[in-house]
């Protein structure tokens, strides 16, 4: 674990998260890089699967994705995506 980050932008550089996914969140999980609000179900997914990915994202902080559930609020569409070592993206699930 990492203490101390004074730059953010800095850490998904260095993972390889392509700008186009950048949240406010970045964590490595056995090996993958997982950006943003992504739900467990596809954290799980990605560990089941192993597919020859670096990680998954989900840019923004849409209403509704896990943590950003607010009572009275509708949640918002969004889609998990998959990318690769040259910054190529995939759609790997959509919510709702």
């Known amino acids: 674990?990492?203490?101390?980050?004074?730059?953010l932008v800095d850490v998904k550089n260095r993972y390889q998260v392509p700008t186009s996914l950048y949240s406010c969140h970045t964590a490595v999980v056995d090996g993958y890089i997982i950006e943003g609000h992504v739900p467990a179900a596809?954290?799980?997914?990605?560990?089941a699967e192993k597919p020859d990915v670096v990680g998954i994202g989900l840019p923004g902080m849409p209403a509704g994705s896990p943590g950003m559930e607010t009572p009275g609020v509708?949640?918002?569409p969004y889609t998990v995506f998959t990318f690769n070592e040259s910054g190529e993206t995939a759609v790997y699930a959509n919510y709702p």
């Open 1 to 7: 674990m990492e203490e101390g980050v004074q730059n």
């Open 42 to 47: 596809e954290i799980n997914r990605l560990l």
């Open 74 to 76: 509708a949640a918002e």
